[in-house]
């Protein structure tokens, strides 16, 4: 069973930069893409990065050009560097994995950490 173990996120001032971390245990498959959804208060959550084995992202447009995704394979580790922070980006941030074993995909969370950006 895989597991996710979230790290990072807290408090920051707006303009500022957090770094949230992930890492998955227990998979037996490969985890293809990892990435990061959040759910602002209020509001559904909605994607913000996934990065793909080969080095492959996908951004939502709120966030291009201020967080950056990254991954270590061989860690089965995902960070997000969140940069030029804006009271909008506060909000409950998920890693998500898929887990790929051999024709089945199993959706994985986390289970989620705060971010707050103060204006």
Same mark, same amino acid.
């Given at each position: 069973?895989?597991?996710?173990? %979230?790290?990072? *996120? =807290?408090? &920051?001032?707006?303009?500022?930069?957090l770094?949230?971390?992930?890492?998955?245990?227990g998979?037996? =498959? $490969?985890? #293809?893409p $990892?990435?990061?959804? !959040?759910?602002p208060?209020?509001?559904?959550? %909605?994607? +913000? @990065?996934?990065? !793909? +084995?080969? *080095?492959?992202? #996908?951004?939502?447009?709120?966030?291009? =050009?201020?967080?950056?995704?990254?991954r270590? #394979? @061989?860690? #089965?580790?995902?960070y997000?560097q969140?940069?030029?922070?804006?009271?909008?980006?506060? @909000? +409950?941030?998920?890693?998500y994995? &898929?887990?790929?074993?051999?024709? &089945?995909?199993?959706?994985?969370w986390?289970? *989620?950490?705060q +971010?707050?950006?103060?204006?």
């Open positions: 069973q895989v597991q996710l173990v %979230e790290s990072g *996120g =807290g408090l &920051a001032q707006a303009g500022g930069s770094r949230l971390s992930c890492a998955a245990s998979a037996i =498959g $490969m985890i #293809n $990892m990435g990061w959804y !959040r759910q208060p209020g509001k559904q959550r %909605e994607l +913000v @990065a996934t990065i !793909r +084995v080969t *080095g492959t992202t #996908n951004y939502a447009d709120s966030v291009k =050009g201020r967080f950056t995704i990254s270590d #394979n @061989a860690k #089965n580790t995902v997000l969140m940069d030029s922070l804006k009271p909008g980006d506060t @909000a +409950v941030y998920y890693c994995a &898929a887990h790929l074993f051999y024709t &089945a995909k199993y959706d994985v986390g289970q *989620g950490t +971010v707050t950006v103060s204006s």
